[in-house]
């Protein structure tokens, strides 16, 4: 379901991004291959992450 998601939102120009996934889910995301195509998911990924790297700043730091 997540990479069919994935596939439609990224033709939409949308990028799909996972923050604070638990271990048990992470290692079946990674065994259907969905870190490659949508990018590293580890634990420590928050989602103020993702909008500091959306927004163009290094991650974890402030502008």
Known sequence: MLAQLHGDLKAAG???RLVA???????ILRAEG???SI???????TTADV???FQ???AGGAA
Do not use: K, N, T
Not at 39 to 45: Q, S
């Open 56 to 58: 163009g700043h290094p």
């Open 39 to 45: 990018g590293y998911f580890g634990r420590r990924i």
């Open 14 to 16: 949308i990028r799909l």
């Open 34 to 36: 969905l870190e490659e």
């Open 51 to 53: 909008i500091d790297e």
């Open 21 to 27: 996934a638990h271990a048990a889910v992470r290692d």
